[in-house]
């Protein structure tokens, strides 16, 4: 995809690339929420959250998200939910600490992050091939997180119209919008996020957001 406006260079400051993998977090919990209720998704959030995840070698911190911030504007607008800005939907905050939770476990688990990344090398080149929003791409994506991240004792449950979450592809997309979720969740760590900051830094989360919209 390319992005709608111009490259947008990535900001400098820790706080506000935190912000920007933190939304990246959250815009896939907003995406499995709406994917759950309606079964339709906003296409340029879906493709920024799919390409994100199986470009597994970016050139640039701003190339993970498709070049400029808007692409994760759904995520930085939960986050102004998160410091208290908006009014905040509830299931989208509990998927994405969720996210955050299972990220944690993966990170410490040497075996499955070897396996996940053979496995999402392996989705590149079918990306590739088909185009990364193909569904050929978006049902590996489902069977990695399944084989992998579902295999925790700690899960996602889903809530949304079950004939919506047992329709065609839907577990699938589902799948790959956390597994999106978990590739931010590394991301923002990579960047030195961490969760005890959500509760004790909100100021700079609130500032690094100003510097976003």
């Known amino acids: 995809m390319s992005p709608i406006t111009p490259i947008h260079r990535a900001p400098d400051s820790p706080a506000a690339r935190q912000a920007l993998a933190l939304a990246g977090v959250f815009q896939a919990a907003s995406l499995v929420d709406e994917l759950a209720r309606t079964g339709q998704v906003d296409p340029r959030a879906w493709e920024t959250l799919i390409e994100a995840t199986v470009d597994t070698n970016p050139e640039s911190f701003e190339a993970i998200y498709g070049g400029h911030p808007n692409n994760l504007r759904r995520g930085l607008d939960t986050l102004e939910a998160l410091v208290g800005r908006k009014q905040a939907n509830p299931v989208v905050l509990r998927y994405g600490f969720s996210l955050l939770m299972l990220m944690n476990k993966l990170r410490t688990n040497n075996d499955m992050m070897d396996s996940l990344g053979q496995k999402l090398t392996r989705i590149q080149g079918q990306a590739e091939h088909f185009g990364p929003t193909h569904e050929n791409v978006i049902a ?74």
């Open 140 to 213: 590996s994506l489902g069977e990695a997180y399944q084989e992998t991240i579902s295999t925790f004792k700690t899960r996602i449950v889903v809530q949304g119209d079950p004939s919506l979450l047992q329709s065609r592809m839907m577990p699938e997309r589902v799948r790959a919008c956390l597994m999106a979720g978990i590739r931010f969740g590394l991301l923002w760590h990579q960047q030195g996020g961490r969760r005890w900051k959500l509760v004790f830094q909100r100021t700079a989360l609130r500032r690094a957001l100003d510097s976003l919209s």
